[in-house]
T-cell receptor
Framework: DVKVTQSSRYLVKRTGEKVFLECVQD?????MFWYRQDPGLGLRLIYFSYDVKMKEKGDIPEGYSVSREKKERFSLILESASTNQTSMYLCASLTGTANTEAFFGQGTRLTVV | AQTVTQSQPEMSVQEAETVTLSCTYD???????LFWYKQPPSRQMILVIR??????QNATENRFSVNFQKAAKSFSLKISDSQLGDAAMYFC????????????FGTGTLLAVQP
């Protein structure tokens, strides 16, 4: 059974903290993605990676960075968390073929207080 | 740039009835891929159906079918014989393919199913 696993389902952090959201996939997929989900705004792409150590900005990269040191792991980093980063974060992975299904983690609901 | 628009924030359907969710998109690519994903309260995203733009035939998966109008850049989802388990958020998405392999999503439609 294919799997994308996010390290936390719920997370509460303080303003100014450095926050790491981890995502691991076991499908040997080339592409990995971080989305942010907010009511009325859908899923917005923050960053994605098509290979180890490669990264591309999505539509809303400001305030975030990413790391992909190994193929199976893609980390989202909030350098200095702010209250407007309170949201649901979804990780996804995809093969190198565009018509294939993306697989998603269960989501991390991050609250910044 | 690619965009996906879902103009219905919420929809409601009676059990056993049919409902259609709307989606329009914009892309400059000629070969691309369209998807409908379902997100139930568990938050786990599930692929419902996919359509390749070069195929004229509308995709069908059991009770789910699409109406793909390439010229109009429209990709609606029809759910027949609606069931209580169909209640969820539905997202339309496009993968433009080509040099960039990524999914761009719409804002979603929350579907309620009334018993």
């Amino acid at each position: 059974d294919v799997k994308v696993t996010q390290s936390s389902r719920y997370l509460v952090k303080r303003t100014g903290e450095k926050v790491f959201l981890e995502c691991v996939q076991d499908m040997d997929h080339e592409n990995m993605f971080w989305y942010r989900q907010d009511p009325g705004l859908g899923l917005r792409l923050i960053y994605f990676s098509y290979d180890v150590k490669m990264k591309e900005k999505g539509d809303i990269p400001e305030g975030y960075s990413v790391s992909r040191e190994k193929k199976e792991r893609f980390s989202l980093i909030l350098e200095s968390a702010s209250t407007n980063q309170t949201s649901m974060y979804l990780c996804a992975s995809l093969t190198g073929t565009a018509n294939t299904e993306a697989f998603f983690g269960q989501g991390t609901r991050l609250t910044v207080v | 740039a690619q965009t996906v628009t879902q103009s219905q924030p919420e929809m409601s359907v009676q059990e056993a009835e049919t409902v259609t969710l709307s989606c329009t998109y914009d892309t400059s690519e000629s070969d691309y891929y369209l998807f409908w994903y379902k997100q139930p309260p568990s938050r786990q995203m599930i692929l419902v159906i996919r359509q390749e733009a070069y195929k004229q035939q509308n995709a069908t998966e059991n009770r789910f079918s699409v109406n793909f109008q390439k010229a109009a850049k429209s990709f609606s989802l029809k759910i027949s014989d609606s069931q209580l388990g169909d209640a969820a958020m539905y997202f339309c998405a496009i993968n433009p393919g080509g040099a960039t392999n990524k999914l761009i999503f719409g804002t979603g439609t929350l579907l309620a199913v009334q018993p």
